[in-house]
């Protein structure tokens, strides 16, 4: 089994860049003091991705070890792609501003981020949301499995389970489609590439193919650990994880599937049943 230490270790050294290069395009957002409405938006996303970026930093080294290898190594390489959106997009907003001031847009920069860049920008922040969804996941499954192996399973555990099973299912659905609306972006670019374009404009194409490919691959990553996770929250996972407390285990949760959540701690998992054929009382 991995040591809990290098597992813990090795997340917390890809999240501190992918923290820090987040936080520092926060700041460069800052500085546009008239910024348009899609780039105010996006430092929203900034904001509340750094937070799904710390949530994902404290999780203790022995709780690393419960959620295990493969999870932590699919968190690290979809963060490690979050920060390296953060720096490529840093670069295109430099480029996109540099005829611009002491935080304020010339008109001509403002109207480059508000009507050429628009495809960019809506990358970034669906970037941004698919990171800060995975982190999330991960935090919640790493609550939700610390309580299994510490509760009883009461009725309040029991719905955490299945709405977190409900809730997880809904982010692989939209994962998916995610990655089958970025293929048809790419495909679009690729076509319109064939059109003879400004030098500015083909470098904005570069960009945006590679952000774009960039955010595939992503949510290629995603959508391997969202399955992982969607896997932790099967019957035989859950009845292993309660009888690795000691003691015989049983635990059924009949046909319910969903997706990710927050569990309850109140004490020690003994033998329970639930799901099946329903029951009165």
């Known amino acids: 089994m991995a040591d809990p230490l290098t597992i813990a270790a090795g997340v917390v050294s890809i999240v501190i860049p992918a923290l820090h290069g987040t936080h520092v395009l926060i700041d460069d957002v800052k500085r546009i003091i008239d910024a348009p409405e ?48 953060c720096d490529h997009f840093r670069n295109d907003l430099q480029r996109w501003t540099r ?24 990358a970034m922040s669906e970037h941004l949301q698919s990171c800060k969804l995975t982190c999330s996941s991960v935090a919640g499954m790493r609550t939700l499995y610390t309580s299994l192996r510490t509760s009883h399973m009461t009725e309040e555990l029991k719905n955490t389970i299945a709405t977190s099973r409900n809730e997880l299912s809904v982010v692989a659905k939209r994962n998916s489609d995610e990655i089958a609306l970025v293929r048809q972006s790419l495909t679009k670019l690729s076509v319109k590439d064939t059109v003879a374009a400004h ?9 945006t193919d590679a952000q774009l490919s960039q955010q595939k691959a992503a949510l290629k990553i995603c959508q391997g650990l969202f399955s992982q996770l969607q896997s932790m929250l099967r019957d035989e996972q859950i009845e292993k994880l309660a009888a690795g ?36 009382g």
Not at 63 to 85: H, M, N, R, Y
Not at 103 to 120: P, T, Y
Not at 199 to 207: L, V
């Open 245 to 280: 407390r000691g003691g015989n285990a049983n635990v059924s949760f009949g046909t319910i599937i969903g997706g990710f959540g927050i569990g309850v701690s109140n004490a020690p998992i003994g033998n329970v049943t639930f799901g099946g054929s329903p029951t009165t």
């Open 199 to 207: 030098a500015d404009d083909e470098d904005d194409r570069i960009s």
């Open 99 to 122: 005829r611009s001031r002491d935080g304020e847009l010339s008109w001509r920069d403002r109207a480059n981020v508000s009507f050429l860049k628009q495809q960019q920008v809506k």
């Open 38 to 85: 899609a780039v105010q938006a996006l430092r929203d996303d900034l904001g509340s991705t750094a937070l799904a970026l710390e949530s994902l930093k404290a999780i203790p080294e022995s709780e690393w070890q419960l959620l295990g290898s493969a999870v932590a190594e699919q968190s690290k390489d979809a963060v490690k792609t979050c920060g390296s959106a």
